[in-house]
């Protein structure tokens, strides 16, 4: 407890001030992280489940800054989102992964797709299909080497635009994948109205892997209905080996997880790539 003003303050009235500061910062300083560099994307590998092979990445935004140091998204994209600001975060991590993937092919690094975290107010905030577009036009990178990630919420939110910006996608060459599948309480309905190139299978089906029985059977089951709707999967938070076996035999096609390899800046994960460290 200290003494300010002449008023004690709880520490909890204290842990309460610095957490809006924190907020206040955030918020304050997005166009200013952005024009400096503080946003970046760090990349997880994503691999076949029969090679362990990298088929591709996932861009995961990270905020390093010179007051508060590194930061996670949940540090700030809540936030962001609750300010209407994410728009501004999330077209700087495209552009970055433009930019990435433009100097691999020119340096003639060896390269994979990258899989881009979309917010449900990117369709409100701007328009999302044109921003990106614009940006590959401009690295000249080609459109199967972007898959674009949104959740189940954006698309129970804003039907039409939702819709009709998943239509433009299609129609220009980008994949969509539908992110953290099962997490919400339209999963199958989504599945009725949308066509998705892959199903992200929510990591929280394998948190009880080892100890119920039946979330096997509940990921088994997931794999074979996407396979009857004609779409892939691929299992999220991947963190052992029975767990990749497990997901192989059922035909789960792409694995992500810490089992594989964390989220890394792009220099790391380069030399992932080209030590083979992910097979
Ligand atoms: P997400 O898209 O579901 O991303 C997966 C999260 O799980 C990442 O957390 C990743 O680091 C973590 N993860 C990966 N493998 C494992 C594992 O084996 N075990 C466990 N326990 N966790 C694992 P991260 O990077 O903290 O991102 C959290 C969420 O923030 C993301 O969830 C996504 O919804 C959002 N996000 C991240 N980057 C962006 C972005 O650039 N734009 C937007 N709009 N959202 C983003
Ligand atoms: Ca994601
Ligand atoms: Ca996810
Ligand atoms: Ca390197």
Same mark, same amino acid.
């Given at each position: 407890?200290?003494?300010?003003?002449?008023?004690? %303050?709880?520490?909890?009235?204290?842990?309460?001030?610095?957490?809006?500061?924190?907020?206040?910062? *955030?918020?304050?300083?997005?166009?200013?992280?952005?024009?400096?560099?503080?946003?970046?994307?760090?990349?997880?590998?994503?691999?076949?489940?029969?090679?362990?092979?990298?088929?591709?990445?996932?861009?995961?935004?990270?905020?390093?800054?010179?007051?508060?140091?590194?930061?996670?998204?949940?540090?700030? *994209?809540?936030?962001?989102?609750?300010?209407?600001?994410?728009?501004?975060?999330?077209?700087?991590?495209?552009?970055?992964?433009?930019?990435?993937?433009?100097?691999?092919?020119?340096?003639?690094?060896?390269?994979?797709?990258?899989?881009?975290?979309?917010?449900?107010?990117?369709?409100?905030?701007?328009?999302?299909?044109?921003? +990106?577009?614009?940006?590959?036009?401009? %690295?000249?990178?080609?459109?199967? %080497?972007?898959?674009?990630?949104?959740?189940?919420?954006?698309?129970?939110?804003?039907?039409? *635009? +939702?819709?009709?910006?998943?239509?433009?996608?299609?129609? +220009?060459?980008?994949?969509?994948?539908?992110?953290?599948?099962?997490?919400?309480?339209?999963?199958?309905?989504?599945?009725?109205?949308?066509?998705?190139?892959? +199903?992200?299978?929510?990591?929280?089906?394998?948190?009880?892997?080892?100890?119920?029985?039946?979330?096997?059977?509940? *990921?088994?089951?997931?794999?074979?209905?996407?396979?009857?709707?004609?779409?892939?999967?691929?299992?999220?938070?991947?963190?052992?080996?029975?767990?990749?076996?497990?997901?192989?035999?059922?035909?789960?096609?792409?694995?992500?997880?810490?089992?594989?390899?964390?989220?890394?800046?792009?220099?790391?994960?380069?030399?992932?790539?080209?030590?083979?460290?992910?097979?």
């Amino acid at each position: 407890i200290r003494h300010k003003y002449g008023i004690y %303050y709880s520490e909890y009235d204290e842990e309460t001030h610095k957490k809006y500061h924190k907020r206040q910062y *955030i918020v304050n300083h997005i166009d200013q992280a952005v024009q400096e560099g503080w946003i970046r994307p760090y990349y997880q590998p994503v691999v076949w489940s029969d090679t362990k092979e990298l088929c591709g990445c996932e861009a995961l935004a990270r905020w390093i800054d010179p007051k508060y140091g590194f930061l996670s998204p949940g540090d700030f *994209i809540p936030i962001l989102e609750e300010h209407r600001l994410i728009h501004k975060l999330d077209v700087a991590i495209f552009e970055s992964v433009c930019k990435d993937l433009r100097s691999h092919m020119d340096s003639g690094k060896p390269f994979v797709p990258v899989s881009l975290n979309f917010s449900r107010l990117d369709f409100e905030l701007m328009d999302a299909v044109t921003v +990106l577009n614009d940006l590959v036009t401009k %690295y000249n990178v080609p459109r199967d %080497y972007i898959h674009v990630e949104v959740t189940e919420s954006a698309l129970t939110d804003n039907m039409d *635009i +939702l819709k009709q910006s998943m239509d433009r996608f299609h129609e +220009l060459g980008f994949a969509i994948w539908l992110d953290d599948f099962g997490s919400g309480y339209s999963s199958l309905n989504v599945l009725k109205d949308y066509r998705f190139d892959v +199903l992200k299978i929510d990591m929280k089906f394998l948190s009880s892997f080892d100890t119920n029985p039946k979330s096997k059977d509940i *990921i088994k089951s997931v794999v074979d209905l996407a396979k009857k709707v004609g779409m892939k999967t691929l299992t999220e938070g991947v963190e052992t080996k029975e767990q990749a076996e497990f997901l192989n035999v059922v035909g789960c096609g792409r694995l992500q997880g810490y089992l594989f390899g964390k989220p890394l800046p792009v220099a790391d994960i380069d030399d992932g790539i080209e030590t083979g460290k992910y097979t």
